[in-house]
């Protein structure tokens, strides 16, 4: 708002997408080294009888959150990650579909975004 050109403005905007876009992926990227990461300590309570069964859910779980998140790589309906957002239960799913809802909104912002491409000065 401080510049009146708007070849600036424009310039500013897309670099503020840009930079935007950029934090997202950096979100994921987060994201997705925290879920394939083992908790640590998580098991210290658990006996040596049940050990091996809660291992063995956790592995399960992770094996269904990389399924998610291929099934949501496949979704580009925003109303339709809404929906599959009420119907999660684990905190883990809800997290991946919030992310993925925020990433299909970026997109559709890049996408309405025009091109910028310098104009050609005519000899005149």
Known sequence: EATLDLAERRRIRSAIRELQ??????????LASKRFR????????????????????????????AALSQQLEAITDVEELKKLLRAAGEYEERKLIRAA??????????GEAPPLCPRTASPG
């Open 101 to 110: 809802i925020r990433k299909l909104r970026a997109e559709e912002i890049e």
């Open 21 to 30: 876009r950029q934090e997202l992926e950096r979100d994921e990227e987060a």
């Open 38 to 65: 083992p908790e640590r300590g998580s098991h210290r309570q658990d006996d040596k009888e049940n050990w091996p069964r809660s291992r063995h859910l956790e592995e399960e779980q992770q094996t269904a959150l």
